[in-house]
Structures are given as C-alpha cells and as structure tokens.
Nanobody, 121 residues
Framework: QVQLMESGGGLVQPGGSLRLSCAAS????????MGWYRRAPGKQRELVAT???????NYATSVKGRFTISRDNAKNTVYLEMNSLKPEDTAVYYC???????????????WGQGTQVTVSS
C-alpha cells in the first residue's frame, strides 16, 4: 500500500506565496518522476511541474519563473514553492509519483488526495 500525503494549501492574497509538500509512504522500492498537477473549477487537470529522480525539472509555461519544484529523495518528498501567486492559480493541486514497490516490479502511478489553493483578495 502506497500513500501520497499533501499539505500546505490554503488561502493567499494575489502576489503571495505558498509551499506545498507531498510525502510518499508505504511499500516503496524506488521513485522515478514526481510532480504536481492542478484542476481549476470547470477545467481539466493540467500539469504544473515535474521532477525526475536525477533532478531534471519541467514546468508549465504559465508558472515558469514563479513556481519551483524540488524533492528530497531520502524523505520521498516533493515540494512546490509558489511565488507571485495569481487568482488564476486557484485550483486543487494534486501530487503524483511514478514508483515501484519491489525491485523488478512494474512502475505505477500514484496520486494524492489533493489540496486546495485559493488566491483571492
């Protein structure tokens, strides 16, 4: 059993900052890519940022230069530092991890339950 537990969401004013965390726990042998996705009201889920086990990152154009993704491999944790937040960043943010539970097992995708981020004055 694998769980991804997100934290750090909340209400923030435009221009403010938030830091999201997501810790993976349970039966984990290794984790490949980790990432953050979001779903705004009435819209489809979209990629925000991803990071590989080696530290290579990828960002959505809309957040490039404002958001920073990082990870602590020893803690199986991924972070999303969000600065200069805008009302259009309002969404439920989901953590994702591609991992396997045993050495020669399959790579599976896991998702967190989501954390709400609201940017409003």
């Amino acid at each position: 059993q694998v769980q991804l537990m997100e934290s750090g969401g909340g209400l923030v004013q435009p221009g403010g900052s938030l830091r999201l965390s997501c810790a993976a726990s349970g039966s984990i042998f290794s984790i490949n890519a980790m990432g953050w996705y979001r779903r705004a009201p009435g819209k489809q889920r979209e990629l925000v940022a991803t990071i590989t086990s080696g530290g290579s990152t990828n960002y959505a154009t809309s957040v490039k230069g404002r958001f920073t993704i990082s990870r602590d491999n020893a803690k199986n944790t991924v972070y999303l530092e969000m600065n200069s937040l805008k009302p259009e960043d309002t969404a439920v943010y989901y953590c994702n991890a591609a991992l396997r539970s045993r050495r020669w097992g399959p790579w599976d995708d896991y998702w967190g339950q989501g954390t709400q981020v609201t940017v409003s004055s």
